[in-house]
């Protein structure tokens, strides 16, 4: 398994500012993903970092709008650029243990509130 | 394409039954399955994997998940529920999830 851990656990935001939030994983992983999810709804996919290249985003997520960073194997940044009521959402981390199987462990989540 | 489908938003079982909450998916190539479990106000963890093998699949808290190719479905089990399974079950083909199942086990 993997301990993840993201900052801030949450936060309430003014519509048209950016938070960036950031995930840490205590070893190195090829794959970082970042989901968002309504509270007791299912996850949506918004895109996939991994070291050393861009991240590849899912359909109806732009880089402008959620730009990734991943410096290195153990830290990623997902950022919620220009915010509106909309983005209001819990924001989860993921990593993958080994780059084929996709079995992901889970950050405690970012809960976002957005007025 | 992959997409995975959860026909059932709620399932209701007494404390001591059998539970079934099900699942199907749509793949091109080998399937990569796994269930996940996210308790009240806890985090998504991993309940179970199916990569390739056996088609029936053991993992965390008892549970067991069951492969069929020919049907497309990966349906979650456990010979006897507890109070304490109630939370919401996530099947999911590699990174994409189904629309979640909430479990009600009723003492």
């Known amino acids: 398994s993997a301990v993840i851990s993201q900052k801030p656990s949450r936060d309430i935001c003014q519509r048209g500012t950016s938070l960036t939030i950031q995930c840490q994983v205590d070893?190195?992983?090829?794959?970082m993903f970042w989901y968002r999810q309504q509270p007791g709804q299912s996850l949506t996919l918004i895109a996939t970092?991994?070291?050393?290249?861009?991240?590849?985003?899912e359909s109806g997520f732009v880089i402008d709008k959620f730009p990734i960073s991943r410096p290195n194997l153990t830290f990623s940044t997902l950022t919620v650029s220009n915010m509106s009521p909309e983005d209001s959402s819990i924001y989860l981390c993921?990593?993958?243990?080994?780059?084929?199987?996709?079995?992901?462990?889970f950050g405690p989540g970012t809960r976002l509130t957005v007025t | 394409a992959q997409s995975v489908a959860q026909p059932e938003d709620q399932v209701n079982v007494a404390e001591g039954n059998p539970l079934t909450v099900k699942c199907t998916y749509s793949?091109?190539?080998?399937?990569?399955l796994f269930w996940y479990v996210q308790y009240p106000n806890r985090g998504l963890q991993f309940l179970l994997k199916?990569?390739?093998?056996?088609?029936l699949v053991k993992g965390s808290y008892g549970f067991e998940a069951e492969f069929n190719k020919s049907q497309t479905s990966f349906h979650l089990k456990k010979p006897s529920a507890l109070v304490s399974d109630s939370a919401l079950y996530f099947c999911?083909?590699?990174?994409?999830f189904g629309s979640g199942t909430k479990l009600n086990v009723k003492p």
């Open positions: 999911a083909v590699s990174d994409y």
């Open positions: 070893s190195q992983v090829t794959m």
């Open positions: 793949v091109s190539g080998n399937p990569y």
């Open positions: 970092a991994n070291q050393g290249s861009e991240a590849t985003y």
């Open positions: 199916y990569i390739t093998g056996d088609n």
């Open positions: 993921s990593v993958a243990k080994g780059a084929e199987t996709y079995e992901q462990y």
